[in-house]
């Protein structure tokens, strides 16, 4: 596939994500680490976390402020942060509330206000919404309640 092909492929995944892609989404594209650390040399990709970057096309917006730390953080955005995801609430959380697998040690990410709870939680209680992994909705009205 030439390269064009491939940046026009992975463009779309970052117009999905609020400008947000992981490695993973990337190589899916086709995109490989090479043509990554090109990019991110020209400062046209932003690492801002393990395996994770963020377009300088796309404007910092309140979506990609939650996305960016719940994908850091390896878990499922949660209580006022997935009411927010799922369009329960309008008003953007302060802080960025997630669940993490129980053995998983998230440190403070510099830039965002986060909030982790440590537990395993059942498939049935996790949906993505928008391509992140937030609590299902039942789960989520229940905590903030």
């Known amino acids: 596939m030439r390269p064009i092909h491939v940046w026009s492929d992975a ?4 117009a999905e994500h609020d400008g947000v892609a992981t490695l993973a989404q990337l190589r899916a594209a086709g995109v490989t680490e090479r043509m990554i650390a090109s990019r991110v040399g020209a400062r046209e990709l932003h690492r801002v976390g393990c395996g994770i970057y963020r377009s300088a096309l796309h ?4 979506r990609a402020g939650i996305r960016i730390p719940v994908l850091i953080a390896g878990g499922a955005a949660d209580r006022w942060t997935a009411l927010y995801w799922h369009g329960l609430i309008e008003d953007v959380p302060r802080r ?4 993490v697998p129980a053995g998983r040690r998230v440190r403070q ?8 709870r440590r537990r395993n939680l059942d498939a049935l209680d996790l949906d993505v919404v928008d391509g992140l992994p937030v609590t299902a909705k039942p789960l989520t009205v229940l905590e903030v309640c």
């Open 11 to 14: 463009a779309d995944v970052f």
């Open 109 to 116: 990410m510099s830039g965002y206000l986060l909030d982790t």
């Open 96 to 99: 960025v509330t997630v669940t």
């Open 59 to 62: 404007p910092h917006s309140d």
